[in-house]
């Protein structure tokens, strides 16, 4: 199954570190990651669960929730969260998916064949309190993921939700942002009273609405 941006996440039932999850309530009103790793015990995946374990107060400031997810058994699970601990100087503070049977992994389209049959790829889904789908990344299972950048895209998402603007090339929290197409320069005189850069008619710079 191919996701898209703007489909509903398929909700389901599994068994976590944190007990049984049923998705959809689970992640309640808050915007959600699920990310995919290749294996337990494997180094690339170990540092990327600690380091998303570090990122627990950012992804908390945003309303965000992170869930993990790998084909293994739970009782996998327990000792490898040991072994993230003890490495990465933080423990798992989020949910890890056990997904043995692939059920989960179908439903998200983690596996692709051709790269491996038996692993999850690195997937990444962001998901808004709507239940939709807002980001899919996919990366092999030799690169580990930059999480900095998930969040980069979650603040963007949460920015260009709130106001009529988008985000250029490699955007940062409080960098000036461009006023959407859509909105006509009379319009966008009541919305950005301040005044914009108008670089082109269709690219008009304007601060930040939130710094
Ligand atoms: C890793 O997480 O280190 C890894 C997993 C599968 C293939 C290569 C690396």
Known sequence: MTLRLGDIAPDFEADT??????????LGNSWG????HPKNYTPVCTTELGYTAKLKPEFDKRNVKAIGLSVDE????????????????TPLNFPLIADPDFKVANLYG??????????????VFVIDPNKK???????????GRNF???????????LTDQYKVATPVNWK??????????????????????????????LRVVPSPKR
């Open 133 to 143: 789908v807002r980001l899919t990344l996919t990366y092999p299972a030799s690169t």
């Open 173 to 202: 929290p409080g960098d000036d942002v461009i006023i959407v197409p859509s909105v006509n320069n009379e319009d966008a005189k009541k919305l950005f009273p301040g005044g914009w850069n108008e670089i082109k008619p269709y």
């Open 74 to 89: 739970l009782k996998d699970h327990e000792g490898w969260s040991r072994d993230i601990a003890e490495t990465q100087g």
């Open 110 to 123: 983690m596996i692709h064949p051709n790269a491996s049959d038996r692993f999850t790829v690195r997937s």
């Open 17 to 26: 570190t944190e007990g049984r999850v049923s998705f959809h309530q689970w």
């Open 148 to 158: 900095d950048e998930i969040l980069r895209v979650i603040d963007s998402l949460q």
């Open 33 to 36: 990651v699920l990310f995919s």
